[in-house]
């Protein structure tokens, strides 16, 4: 059913306009009884949406597909990609709907996205639905990355469904609404790359360039211009995954935007105890996608993505690879300095020097040996003061116990003070400093189960509660004080689920 409300949603659809191969075009299915569980109201403000509307019976419907908006012009997007390394030519939207491009009152164009719409022509043998799990999963997430300040894709609305869905067992369904700045993926280039496409892969690369980076379009190669914005992008995103101990999960070629947000929350998480071999994905049996292995994969990702456009870079195939070769060769540089510079601000060391990253390495294998949490490592890490004295004891110590060694943390602490009489800063401004870039909070993957465990039973209490903490990330909250405790032995999580 098609519902006029065009005063609603300004949509200006650009990706549908593409060539009919680039998707495939189709409404959502209807759900059995649309209730709502959310809406973000400061997101729809911020993009130029009614809140008020869509808590509306009609905003509920066209929010879970059971109305499609006029103005609206609702595909699946078609895309390949390398799964775990493994090619896999046709993947695309197996059970989501892009209903089309909306322009926020910032002026950027979003994609509005419903995830669990129902099945396309790319489910392969999917149902194309989600459960309440996974939805309020990447809603708690992505809106946490957010506050985090960290590039992300968000959730404009978690919906139930009223239909009952079928994984390892039987749970409520639901539907999350997504808001991106656009949903294409390395893997979208791959998928005509593989077919020899090449009048689809200009097409669509040029479409990349005058959507997402249209200061490259006069370049004198934009194809490696492209492979230049992209990598910068996937540099920075990855270095400041690591600055908060994110671990995606399943960094597949499809899922690396190159709009450079953080896209699909399936079996993510974020650490509690340090160790750079930390996996949860319960699908990620060999540790390919490990904490310390994300960029590592970017770069292949990154390298799979200059393959797919060799042709549009030159048409001569040695040149090409050559010069992708030679752009991608500087990934590593570009990571380290994201790096550094992220980890060396968590630590208050704002006037770089030689050894400063070795400083960093020397902290982080210090946690690993000795299973430091992360998080309040580098929190309480703030709290300590330049010297050594009566007065810093107690906060010493609320950073030394969190390591089994203190004796070790002790240690590093003395070289950590030495490097900082090098920095012409007083105690309260650096402090500012790394609180800032040190959050108190995080989506503890016991939190996040807790509040799916509640909303299994209809209470969503617990949803709000999170999220409200999360939104906070920096402050220090002390009534929600019980929010950075890490998990006891027993609400130990080890693995997370994709959901599909």
């Known amino acids: 059913m098609v519902a006029d409300h065009s005063n609603q949603f300004q949509f200006d659809n650009t990706y549908a306009k593409l060539p009919e191969r680039f998707y495939a075009r189709l409404n959502p299915t209807p759900v059995r009884k649309p209730g709502l569980i959310k809406i973000n109201r400061l997101l729809a403000n911020n993009i130029g949406l009614d809140p008020n509307f869509l808590e509306t019976t009609d905003g509920i419907k066209i929010l879970a597909g059971n109305l499609v908006p006029n103005g609206a012009d609702p595909i699946a997007m078609a895309y390949a990609g390398h799964q775990f390394g493994g090619w896999v030519p046709q993947l695309g939207d197996g059970r989501a709907i892009l209903l089309g491009e909306i322009i926020g009152t910032d002026g950027f164009r979003y994609d509005l996205h419903l995830?669990?719409?129902?099945?396309?022509?790319?489910?392969?043998?999917?149902?194309?639905?989600?459960?309440?799990?996974?939805?309020?999963?990447?809603?708690?997430?992505?809106?946490?990355?957010?506050?985090?300040?960290i590039p992300t894709t968000r959730t404009l609305a978690a919906i139930t469904t009223g239909e009952t869905i079928f994984r390892e067992k039987i749970y409520p369904g639901a539907l999350l609404v997504r808001i991106a700045r656009s949903h294409i993926r390395v893997g979208t280039l791959q998928y005509f790359a593989a077919k020899k496409d090449t009048?689809?892969?200009?097409?669509?690369?040029?479409?990349?360039?005058?959507?997402?980076?249209?200061?490259?379009?006069?370049?004198s190669n934009p194809y490696i211009a492209l492979l230049e914005s992209v990598m910068s992008l996937q540099a920075q995103l990855i270095a400041k995954w690591m600055a908060v101990g994110f671990i995606h999960g399943v960094m597949n070629t499809d899922n690396m935007s190159l709009a450079g947000e953080t896209i699909d929350y399936g079996p993510c998480a974020f650490m509690d105890n340090y160790h750079p071999g930390k996996v949860f994905s319960s699908i990620d049996q060999m540790g390919r996608y490990a904490y310390g292995n994300q960029p590592i994969i970017a770069h292949w990702n990154l390298s799979c993505f200059a393959s797919a456009i060799l042709s549009l870079i030159s048409n001569n195939e040695k040149i090409a690879i050559e010069a992708a070769t030679q752009t991608l060769n500087q990934f590593p540089k570009l990571y380290e300095n994201a790096w550094s510079s992220a980890f060396c601000s968590k630590i208050g060391l704002f006037n770089q020097q030689k050894d400063d990253s070795d400083l960093v390495k020397e902290l982080l294998d210090c946690m690993s040996e000795n299973k430091a949490d992360f998080t309040l490592t580098f929190r309480n890490l703030c709290h300590l003061f330049e010297k050594a004295d009566q007065e810093s004891d107690v906060h010493d110590n609320c950073f030394t116990s969190l390591f089994e060694d203190q004796t070790a943390s002790k240690e590093w602490l003395m070289k950590w003070r030495q490097r900082l009489t090098l920095e012409n800063k007083i105690d309260s401004k650096r402090q500012k400093g790394m609180r800032a870039v040190n959050p108190a909070y995080i989506p503890r993957n016991h939190r996040v189960e807790e509040v799916i465990?509640?909303?299994?039973?209809g209470n969503f209490s617990p949803f709000e509660k999170l999220n409200n903490v999360l939104s906070k990330p920096f402050s220090d909250q002390t009534e929600n004080i019980e929010f950075q405790r890490p998990p006891r032995p027993e609400e130990i999580i080890t693995k997370t689920y994709c959901g599909t």
Request: aromatic share 8%; net charge negative.
């Open 199 to 219: 009048d689809a892969l200009e097409l669509l690369s040029n479409y990349i360039i005058q959507r997402h980076f249209p200061e490259i379009q006069n370049s």
């Open 453 to 457: 465990l509640a909303a299994l039973k």
């Open 115 to 149: 995830k669990g719409s129902g099945q396309t022509p790319f489910s392969r043998n999917g149902d194309g639905r989600a459960w309440i799990g996974p939805v309020l999963r990447e809603y708690i997430l992505s809106e946490a990355m957010e506050s985090l300040g």
